[in-house]
């Protein structure tokens, strides 16, 4: 057996993980939607903009695994579902104490009550 000189097996270590680096792709499902499947089995419905991880290609197939609500599922995704970017615009952040399902509170309005005409002022007769 040969062995490899040091900066070899570096190189040879750089490779794998480019590669690794390379099949562990972040794509997105386009606004079309993607199914998840698992052999002949739709495990998940994918909505639009979802994000997935390429774990492997065969054809017009990609392998990915997702992070739904119920953990993460690994499966198969045409890629007529996919898109390498974003389709939705990213929200803008929103201020401290407020979330995105409640609206801020409107700013009371300061009422002021009508005022009551002063009583007519009599005339006294006075005795000059």
Do not use: H
Not at 2 to 26: H, N, R, S, Y
Request: proline share 9%; aromatic share 6%; glycine share 8%.
């Amino acid at each position: 057996m040969t062995k490899l000189p040091v900066t070899c097996k570096g190189m040879l270590i750089l490779f794998f993980v480019g590669a690794l680096q390379f099949c562990a792709e972040t794509l997105y499902v386009n606004d079309q939607g993607a199914k998840l499947w698992l052999g002949n089995k739709v495990v998940a419905q994918l909505k639009v903009d979802q994000k997935v991880t390429v774990t492997a290609t065969r054809g017009t197939w990609y392998g990915v695994s997702v992070d739904t609500p119920d953990g993460r599922l690994s499966g198969w995704v045409s890629q007529k579902g996919l898109t390498a970017k974003k389709i939705l615009p990213e929200k803008p952040a929103e201020p401290s104490g407020q979330t995105a399902k409640t609206k801020p509170e409107p700013t009371p309005k300061t009422v002021v009550p009508p005022r009551k005409a002063d009583p007519p002022v009599r005339k006294s007769e006075s005795s000059d």
